[in-house]
């Protein structure tokens, strides 16, 4: 028998255990944090069929769609009063003069600062062709170029409506970040005698990390996720417009937890890609499988953003190599190779036009301090792998080890391939022949060797400047 204090001793060790496996279930938030959250989301799937981005072969425009695009926005506000707002695209790309637009209208009629706006791209080429500047426009028949105007003019409304939205969504809630990894990607750069080729190499460097930023209502309720991963969205291939592994993945997530956003943030993929790929069923198991990691995050035991948000935000100016003479543009102009050949031609006209070819290009650099204890950080263009794993490696060196640190790439200005010292010089699709491809800035490439060192030092540079 078991005496009447033997019992109460007893039921407060239930009690005190009851407590301690409350405090430690998945995602537990124990304070309130005073942070603000809203959220929004518009559908810019185009209207009618119009040709899609990604893939210089295709020969004829989208055939309907498997699923809508959309662009989605998480806006954040911490107890400063300082403001961040989050735009994802299923998009291939933003070009420079879609992030200006949208940089000034949300100054203009929000107040929102140019570091509180950070824009991210899934990378998706089942999504419509953007055309934005005069060499994107060049050689196209008028009623392909009367489409991408309009479509460009339709996704600014759109763009602006979704910033709105999330603005006039914001409310007390409980933002937390977690982590967990996905193994899908693979490094696409495969050493062969005859240099680089894109082929999987199980070798190669590769980011698996999947950060999620989680947004719960004051009532506990999952309201957003915001989650990342670094790998080329490019599963597919075919005629219909579709946000890729991407944009099943947002799919997942929103049917596995009802009344709740997805957005993609697109990490640092430009050399890797999504292995096995090439058909629509293959796509799905790949945003399953993302989909699968994040809900692995969200039963983990989450770091509440606590603190003050501060955001930075300047362009760095990269280097391009030695320019081209006017005799080897005129040399190019004559290639076998179709891309190599109107690339050429384009220089030419640029030269005449300019004087000169492309020495510079100011690309932009953010860093956002959410809380005491993540770090995002924004790139520019299709980055590199090395990127990530260099910053996550330099600025998680610190004295807090819970501390965790973000990296994306293709965010504010998808302007070209951005690769690493390292894959600058062992050559190939990402250290420079891609160029001939990217119209939205004219460049004869490739980057000059110190274009890491370049970026990476603006990082520290915007990050030592948040520094209390």
């Known amino acids: 028998m078991f005496s009447p204090i033997s019992l109460f001793r007893q039921s407060k060790h239930l009690v005190l255990l009851a407590i301690a496996v409350a405090w430690w279930q998945p995602n537990h938030i124990n304070a309130e944090t005073n ?3 809203g959220l929004a989301s518009e559908v810019i799937t185009p209207n009618g069929s119009m040709w899609m981005a990604g893939y210089a072969s295709r020969t004829k425009p989208a055939e309907g769609k498997i699923h809508d695009l959309y662009a989605k926005a998480i806006a954040l506000e911490s107890p400063n009063q ?8 299923d998009l291939i790309s933003i070009p420079y003069p879609i992030r200006d637009y949208l940089e000034a209208e949300v100054k203009k009629r929000f107040d929102l600062p140019p570091a509180g706006l950070l824009m991210n791209c899934s990378h998706t080429h089942c999504g419509p062709e953007i055309r934005t500047t005069r060499w994107s426009d060049d050689g196209l ?38 982590r967990a990894r996905c193994g899908f990607a693979m490094n696409r750069r495969l050493p062969s005698p005859n240099g680089y080729r894109n082929f999987p190499n199980p070798n190669g460097p590769v980011d698996h990390d999947v950060p999620v930023l989680s947004v719960r209502s004051t009532t506990g309720k999952l309201r957003g996720i915001l989650f990342g991963y670094a790998c ?8 219909q417009f579709c946000g890729d592994f991407a944009g ?38 790949h945003g399953q499988s993302l989909a699968t990691a994040v809900q692995s995050a969200l ?8 603190g003050e948000l501060r955001t930075s935000y300047d362009k760095a100016t990269v280097e391009y190599s030695t320019p081209p003479t006017k005799d080897e543009l005129v040399e190019r102009t004559n290639s076998s190779n179709k891309y190599v050949a109107i690339h050429g031609q384009r220089l030419l ?33 299709e980055t590199v792998v090395d990127y990530a794993l260099r910053i996550k490696s330099d600025l998680t060196t610190t004295p807090d080890p819970g501390a965790s640190v973000w990296v994306a790439g293709y965010c504010n200005d998808v302007f070209a391939y951005v690769p690493s010292r390292r894959v600058l010089l062992e050559g190939g699709y990402e250290a420079g022949d891609a160029m001939k491809y990217f119209t939205t800035v004219l460049q004869h490439g490739p980057f000059a060797q110190n274009v890491e060192e370049i970026i990476v030092r603006k990082v520290y540079e915007l990050n030592k400047s948040l520094e209390k």
């Open 349 to 381: 006209t640029q030269l005449a036009i300019d004087g000169h070819l492309r020495s510079t290009y100011d690309c932009p650099i953010q860093v956002v301090q959410l809380g005491d204890k993540l770090k995002m950080i924004a790139l520019p263009g």
């Open 35 to 37: 942070w603000q959250a």
């Open 299 to 306: 039963d983990t035991v989450a770091t509440p953003l606590v």
């Open 248 to 285: 099943f993945a947002q799919l997942a997530i929103e049917e596995a937890n009802p009344g709740a956003l997805a957005l993609y943030m697109q990490g640092c993929g430009a050399d890797i890609n999504p292995y096995p790929r090439n058909t629509l069923e293959l796509a799905k198991q």
């Open 232 to 239: 080329h969205n490019t599963t597919l291939g075919f005629y």
């Open 141 to 178: 028949p008028a009623e392909r170029l009367a489409a991408a105007k309009s479509y460009v003019t339709f996704l600014k409304s759109k763009l602006v409506q979704v910033v709105e939205q999330a603005l006039e969504d914001l409310q007390l809630a409980n933002v937390s970040f977690c």
């Open 82 to 89: 300082t403001r961040l707002v989050i735009v994802t695209l």
